[in-house]
């Protein structure tokens, strides 16, 4: 299975609740990084799947009413994948819907990192951080 598969295998995981997979496809000392973004729980980076799991994929549910994200677009660099989509947060009658982009890099058929490209501004303003 290439890499590009894998990632496009965690999106469906992920999409159905399931983080096991995603956590289980994760280098020991994988960088998981997430937006600066003021008022977001999970914000910044975090190290190792223990951290990712429990800071990242366990605040999601608590930080908006509702989360969606849909990929557009892959682009396929062999250990370094991109997904171009769209994320729609809402929370306290707030919504955004914007363009987000997913850097994956691989190193021996494991993610070593994940970086998370969104408008930090609109979303802050959803998470009620900013006027």
Known sequence: MSN?????ELYGAFGRGEIEPVLAALAPDVEWVEGDIEGLAYRGAHHGPEAVGRDVFAQI????????????????????????????????????????AHVWKFQDGKITRFESFQDTLATARVLGAVA
């Open 61 to 100: 549910p608590g930080a908006y009413e509702s989360f969606e994200l849909v990929p557009q677009e892959w682009v396929d660099g062999g250990d370094t994948i991109v997904m171009l989509g769209r994320v729609t947060v809402r929370l306290d009658g707030r919504e955004s819907s914007q363009s987000v």
């Open 4 to 8: 590009l598969e894998k990632v496009q």
